[in-house]
């Protein structure tokens, strides 16, 4: 019997109570699909990134209810800045740099897109209600699985792939953007405000994939989210 791959999912910090924690629903997805998840704890430490990436065969940056600091994409805060945790920050580029340099699948989830596309050398809009122009409602509240708004997929992308067609809805609950893409990323699909809402690696044979909705609430539901983390661990099969 094949091994199952070891999917390291970073952490979140309670600030006030110093607590890691993370929802339940992303280990779940991983474990329905053939993974196993490997929580990793927000300690900044290089040697100690290093040493539990390489026990790994993916990488799954989820969701967070902070932002990343802007020092890293070279801009001042924005007064719609949410709440900024240095060891998350800290952790998740380590842990990037890592499975870049290991050529290591990545799945990038709201938050996790964004730190990878900040990670790449890109930048974000902090403040989508009062940076851009015309946008639609990207905070849809509870039920936070339901599909609130549609997205369109680039011709020839894996999401388009994914979805068998141009047009997808997807939930939605984010105040932040990508702004300039990173290096080695393309912008896969967009909301019709011109929201970038997907980011995939430019190297055809790199599993490196960023959504800006959260699949891992709807994957019991949704086939494309399912067949997201699907593709995922499938990726991370050695």
Known sequence: MAMRPRIGITLRLDVETRRFYLGRDYSEAIEAFGGIPMHIPLIPKTEFIREVVAGLDGILLPGS????????????????????????????????????SRSLPIFAICYGMQALNVHRGGSLIQDIASQVEGHIKHQQGSPRDRPSHSITCAEGSLIADISAGGRQRVNSHHHQAIGTVGKGLIATAHADDGVIECLEDSAPDRFCVGVQWHPELSWRSDPVSAALFERFVNACVS
Request: charge should be negative.
């Open 65 to 100: 209810d902070s932002d990343v600091d802007p020092k890293h994409y070279g801009q001042e805060p924005h007064p719609k800045l949410g709440q900024v945790v240095p060891e998350k920050d800290g952790v998740c580029r380590a842990v990037l740099s890592e499975a870049d």
